[in-house]
C-alpha cells in the first residue's frame, strides 16, 4: 500500500496550495480517503476526509469553507484545495484511507487503515 502525497510548498498567507495525493496497493475506490495535518509542537489534526463515492465530504470547523476536497476514483487520487491560507495552517499534511464508512458525527476523524508521507505546507504572513 502507497500514499503519496505531493503538492506542498511556501506560499504566502492569502494564497492558495492544491495538494495530491496518489493512491496503490488497494481498492482505492472502496475507501474512504481522509486528510490530517501535524505541526511542530502539536497534536495530530484531522482536516478532511471524503467517502468512497465522493459523494459526502467533512470538514474541521478550521478549514471549512476554505478548503475542498475532491477525488477522481479513475486516477487513484485525491485532492485538497486549500484557499486563504493563513500561517495557522503551516504543518505537513498526510493522507490516509480508510476502509470502512466515514458513519455519522466526528467519525470520520478516526480509525484509518493506512497513512502515507506527508507534504510539508508552509505559510508565510
Known amino acids: 500500500v502507497q500514499l503519496q502525497a505531493s503538492g506542498g510548498g511556501l506560499v504566502q498567507a492569502g494564497g492558495s496550495l492544491r495538494l495530491s495525493c496518489a493512491a496503490s496497493?488497494?481498492?482505492?475506490?472502496?475507501?474512504?480517503m481522509g486528510w490530517f495535518r501535524q505541526a511542530p509542537g502539536k497534536e495530530r489534526e484531522p482536516v478532511a476526509a471524503?467517502?468512497?463515492?465522493?459523494?459526502?465530504?467533512y470538514y474541521a470547523d478550521s478549514v471549512k469553507g476554505r478548503f475542498t476536497l475532491s477525488r477522481d476514483n479513475a486516477k487513484n487520487t485525491v485532492y485538497l484545495q486549500m484557499n486563504s491560507l493563513t500561517p495557522e495552517d503551516t504543518a505537513v499534511y498526510y493522507c490516509?484511507?480508510?476502509?470502512?464508512?466515514?458513519?455519522?458525527?466526528?467519525?470520520?476523524?478516526?480509525?484509518?487503515?493506512?497513512r502515507g508521507q506527508g507534504t510539508q505546507v508552509t505559510v508565510s504572513s
Open positions: 471524503i467517502d468512497w463515492s465522493g459523494s459526502n465530504t
Open positions: 490516509a484511507a480508510r476502509r470502512s464508512g466515514m458513519g455519522a458525527g466526528s467519525s470520520w476523524k478516526v480509525r484509518y487503515d493506512y
Open positions: 496497493g488497494f481498492t482505492f475506490s472502496s475507501y474512504g
